[in-house]
């Protein structure tokens, strides 16, 4: 099995690569995994931007995003409409597809203005962490430790408890 996490932004500072090795070790007694980081667009934050540079923008992240992911993989876009699953849901999600025949999956995290409706559209599942809004570097952490917990809860281990 292969993960791919692809995220659009900087690293962050140096606690958010720690969390985020600590997690890809832990991942990769379970699976292949592979962090991606695609540079944003640059925007002028300091101008009053209008829709159309935002969605020029994210469609230029869109395609740089879509050059990535692996060929066959399951598409996971992380945006605020997708589901809200709890970690068990993400476990049973992962064995359901792997058993279907995916044997690669791709977690997508955009820039801070989010994911292209296409992008959006081309993704098999839109997954929501949660109705608040977190940086793009702690949705990293986060993301990696809920594949993490994912196999454990897969796995039986009391490490989900």
Do not use: W
């Amino acid at each position: 099995m292969r993960i791919t996490v692809i995220y659009c932004g900087d690293n962050g500072a140096e606690y958010f690569n720690s969390a985020s090795k600590e997690y890809e070790k832990r991942i990769s007694a379970f699976s292949e995994i592979d962090v991606v980081k695609i540079r944003p667009e640059p925007l002028d934050e300091n101008k009053n931007l209008s829709q159309n540079v935002i969605d020029k923008a994210l469609e230029t992240e869109a395609d740089k995003i879509l050059s990535v992911i692996p060929k066959g993989a399951y598409k996971i876009a992380l945006c605020v409409e997708g589901k809200k699953i709890s970690s068990e849901d993400l476990s049973a999600l992962v064995d359901d597809k792997r058993e279907m025949g995916f044997s690669s999956f791709a977690f997508i995290i955009g820039s801070s203005y989010g994911l292209s409706s296409r992008l959006k559209k081309l993704c098999d599942y839109k997954l929501s962490m949660s109705a608040m809004t977190f940086p793009h570097q702690l949705a990293r952490v986060m993301l990696l430790e809920q594949i993490y917990r994912a196999f454990t809860i897969s796995a039986g281990k009391r490490y989900h408890k």
